[in-house]
């Protein structure tokens, strides 16, 4: 179930909606302007328009050959070639060595094929270039939850929550780790 979830986090950062490209380290004041208003969505209801333009901001690099780069990264994963698929992310990271996605997808790569430390790593690049990226910080939380690091897991879940409040998959993590983490190391 967890991977699951963790794939339909992945697939998400492939949608593409009409919005225009944001570009990788310079301000953007539509996509600022989107994360205010997801920081204070009432529900998930109101809330999910708001993440799925700030998917599509994040899934356009700005650079059609990074993007085609990422899209030849998916199907090589898809079709079960994790090394392909890292190549595809090296050369997309070596032209957009700002762009958080690229990052993001490697930590998607490394965690199927059950690379903890290297999802970590690459979940860290990730928020180094987009500190916002709540699926990133809920994604950390789930593999801190495997490896046994409640607390750790429990921190990301929460850190998710700040930024997007509604975020499901944090949501169920917050529930699932609270009762079994509070009340230890206080």
Same mark, same amino acid.
């Given at each position: ?8 986090? #992945? ?15 310079? #301000?953007?004041? &539509? ?5 205010? /208003?997801?920081? +204070?969505? &009432?529900?998930? *209801?109101?809330? +999910?328009?708001?993440? @799925?333009?700030?998917? *599509? ?13 990422? &899209?030849?990264?998916?199907?090589? &994963?898809?079709? *079960? ?9 090296? +050369?997309?990271?070596?032209?957009? %060595? ?19 430390? *290297? !999802?970590?790593?690459?979940? /860290?690049?990730?928020?180094? $270039?987009?500190? $916002? ?15 046994? +690091? ?19 998959? !944090?949501? /169920? ?5 609270? %009762? @079994? ?6």
């Amino acid at each position: 179930m967890r991977r699951f979830v963790f794939a339909l986090a #992945a697939a998400f950062t492939l949608v593409a909606c009409n919005a225009g490209p944001s570009a990788p380290g310079r #301000a953007d004041p &539509e996509l600022d302007a989107l994360f205010d /208003q997801l920081a +204070q969505a &009432e529900d998930a *209801g109101s809330a +999910q328009a708001l993440e @799925r333009a700030i998917w *599509g901001r994040w899934a356009d690099s700005g650079s059609p050959t990074v993007n085609i780069l990422l &899209e030849r990264a998916t199907a090589a &994963e898809d079709a *079960g070639d994790a090394e392909l698929a890292e190549r595809f992310l090296d +050369q997309a990271s070596d032209l957009a %060595p700002d762009y958080a996605e690229t990052w993001n997808r490697r930590a998607n790569l490394y965690y199927s094929i059950d690379d903890y430390p *290297g !999802a970590i790593a690459a979940i /860290q690049e990730t928020l180094k $270039r987009e500190p $916002r990226h709540f699926a990133a910080l809920a994604a950390l939380g789930m593999i801190y939850e495997e490896l046994g +690091q409640q607390r750790a897991a429990l921190e990301a879940f929460r850190a998710a929550l700040v930024i997007h409040p509604n975020y499901e998959t !944090a949501l /169920q993590g917050v529930r699932r780790l609270e %009762p @079994r983490v509070d009340g230890r190391d206080a």
